[in-house]
């Protein structure tokens, strides 16, 4: 089963986040949500497998805490 990890704020920082995820072999999907489904400029949802979720919270949360 899918579930939301994360919310990014554009495609560009969703994109970014899927990357980062698949980098590091945690299988992950994006979500346009609202707005962004109509016009592709808004909130995208970052969704893994439910097995994988903790770890990958714990690299976006580390990926977070290092561009501050």
């Known amino acids: ?25 945690i299988l992950a999907n994006t979500r346009a949500t609202g707005v962004a489904g109509i016009n592709g400029d808004g909130a995208y949802e970052i969704l893994v497998l439910e097995s994988e979720a903790s770890d990958a919270n714990e690299i976006i949360c580390q990926y977070v805490v290092t561009k501050k």
Not at 4 to 22: F, G, H, P, S
């Open 1 to 25: 089963m899918w579930i939301v990890i994360y919310i990014a704020v554009n495609r560009i920082q969703a994109e970014k986040m899927k990357d980062l995820l698949c980098a590091e072999g």
